[in-house]
C-alpha cells in the first residue's frame, strides 16, 4: 500500500496554521512535501518554504520516507521504526500509512511546526489569557517558531503559555 499524495494534500491543506502544502517532483525516483507558508499580519513579507519529507519509490523494495534528524523528537511520539542517519531519519511509508489520519495529520503539523523559524518576540497583551489557557497568539506556526529560536520550549501536557517575563513556552 502506498501514500495518496492528493488525498494527503486535502487532509493537510485543511490546518490551522496558515500554511499550503504541495509536492514537488524530484530528479530520481521520489517527491518532496514542502509547505509554503502564508502571509498574515504577523508574517508580513515572509516568503519561505521548508521541507517535510521525501517519499521515494524504489522499484525493487518498498518506499520509505525521509525526514531531517533535527525532527527526531517529532519522530520519536509516533509508531515509527526510524533509521537514522547524521543528516536524515529514514522509515517505511508502510508505518506513516498505517498512521491514523489524526495521527498522519499531527505528525506533518509538528514537523512543520519545528521547520519555520520567525524572528522571536517578548510576552504579547494576551498573556492573562495564555496563563490559564495555554498561547491564545491567532497565528500558531508563528508562535511557535518564535519561541524555538531560543530554544524555550518545554513539553508537558501539550500546553503552550508565555513565561511571564520572556517568550512563549510549550510547556
Excluded: W
Excluded at 509547505?35 to 521515494?56: H, M, N, Q
Amino acid at each position: 500500500m502506498s501514500i495518496n499524495l492528493k488525498e494527503l494534500l486535502l487532509l493537510l491543506n485543511s490546518n490551522d496554521l496558515s500554511v499550503r502544502y504541495y509536492i514537488k517532483n524530484n530528479k530520481n525516483d521520489s517527491v518532496s512535501l514542502r509547505a509554503k507558508a502564508e502571509c498574515t499580519p504577523y508574517r508580513v513579507g515572509y516568503d519561505a518554504s521548508a521541507f517535510i519529507f521525501k517519499l521515494t519509490h524504489l522499484k525493487t523494495k518498498e518506499d520509505f520516507i525521509e525526514v531531517s534528524r533535527s525532527v527526531s523528537n517529532v519522530v520519536e511520539r509516533f509508531p515509527i521504526n526510524g533509521k537514522y542517519n547524521k543528516d536524515y531519519i529514514r522509515f517505511s511509508a508502510l508505518d506513516f500509512v498505517n498512521l491514523t489520519e489524526s495521527q498522519k495529520k499531527s505528525f506533518i503539523n509538528d514537523i512543520t511546526m519545528h521547520s519555520f523559524s520567525f524572528a522571536s518576540f517578548d510576552c504579547c497583551s494576551r498573556f492573562p489569557q495564555c496563563q490559564q489557557n495555554g498561547c491564545t497568539h491567532p497565528d500558531k506556526l508563528y508562535a511557535h517558531s518564535a519561541c524555538t529560536v531560543y530554544n524555550r520550549i518545554f513539553e508537558d501536557n501539550n500546553k503552550t503559555i508565555c513565561s511571564g517575563y520572556h517568550k512563549l513556552k510549550q510547556i
